[in-house]
């Protein structure tokens, strides 16, 4: 009998190998076309049954999205040693395979950005020594417009839910003290995976987004998976002119569950490469996250403990990507456990 060695390349990444049983694009992700007049029902819907829904018509401009992605390949293009002087994260700059301190990995490389201007521009600066100030502006040009976009959508999730207040969870993020950050994803192709017989390279294991939402844009590549809620896992088809936007652990937790943080990974792909940006749209450190007054029925009690969003960033960035992060803060459920034992 002949055993095959897993390619030199990936000898140092073996816990990033795994099987995961195969599946075509789903079809069945929501699509919101924000210019029609039922798009806040059908947010609401989604992010019920699905947490993520996809938008159309979102109004941010194609240049910028095409400028941003254009100026983020050039940066990972980089020798090695030159993306090095932009990192390491500290959790913001220039980041590789290392996904937070606790020991997660992936076939990833990263920039993570503060979203505040003044942070962002100086922080930029270190990233492309060639024509910084391109780079800084595709940037904060992005940002704004998908920032806008966001905040929008947020107030059409109150108007769906019926709230008075529409913009109780837009000015979350509006307020000069958001603590919203920015990331540029990149995930090299794999050419070793096709020795690996079936198997998949994990480029950024399952979590979900401790902030109140994300938002993503990514190329055509796919590799983006969700977790629906029986326990299967689909993939995305991948859409480069749309927004993929994610129900996040605090959102959950201000709908007292009715909303639900979507599971989600991304694996690597033998021949192409993938890169996404995503826009984490997170509150003040200081803002006390409960479920919203207005969304509770008469004697209804809170799922969860009340809690900042300093605490629960502490905590989140305490565990692993695939521990179970709301549990600690569930009154039911005091002990955190991992997605998989839920």
Not at 282 to 287: A, F, K, T, V
């Amino acid at each position: 009998m002949v055993v095959l060695s897993q390619p030199a390349a990936l000898d140092h990444f073996s816990d990033l190998i795994k099987t995961c049983k195969p599946t075509g694009l789903f079809a069945g992700i929501p699509v919101v076309d924000l210019s029609r007049p039922d798009a806040k029902h059908r947010i609401v819907r989604a992010c019920e049954e699905y947490g993520m829904f996809k938008v159309i018509n979102h109004g941010v401009p194609l240049d910028f999205m095409t400028t941003l992605e254009a100026q983020a390949l050039k940066f990972f293009s980089l020798p090695q040693s030159e993306k090095d002087k932009a990192g390491p994260a500290d959790p913001c700059g220039y980041g590789s395979k290392r996904i937070g301190p606790n020991g997660d990995v992936g076939w990833i490389e990263y920039i993570l950005l503060n979203t505040n201007p003044k942070i962002t521009s100086h922080k930029s600066l270190s990233i492309l020594k060639e024509n910084p100030e391109i780079f800084c502006v595709a940037v904060e040009d992005y940002i704004t417009a998908v920032k806008n976009m966001t905040f929008a959508v947020l107030e059409m999730v109150a108007d769906g839910l019926g709230i008075e207040q529409r913009n109780v969870l837009s000015k979350l993020l509006t307020d000069e003290k958001s603590d919203s950050c920015f990331r540029l994803n990149y995930y090299p192709p794999c050419p070793e995976l096709q020795a690996l017989s079936g198997r998949n390279l994990i480029g950024f294991g399952e979590h979900t987004d401790p902030q109140i939402v994300s938002v993503l844009k990514s190329n055509n590549t796919s590799g983006l998976q969700i977790c629906l809620k029986d326990g299967t896992w689909v993939t995305v088809a991948p859409d480069q002119t749309a927004f993929f936007i994610n129900v996040g652990d605090c959102l959950q937790v201000m709908t007292n569950g009715r909303f639900k943080s979507v599971k989600h990974r991304v694996l690597a792909d033998t021949v192409s490469s993938r890169i996404s940006m995503i826009y984490f749209g997170g509150p003040p450190l200081s803002e006390k996250i409960a479920p919203l007054p207005s969304l509770m029925a008469e004697g209804e009690e809170s799922l969860y403990k009340e809690f900042t969003w300093s605490e629960y960033k502490k905590s989140a960035y305490r565990s692993r990507l695939a521990d179970y992060r709301l549990g600690l803060f569930e009154k039911s459920a005091p002990v955190m456990l991992s997605n998989s034992q839920r």
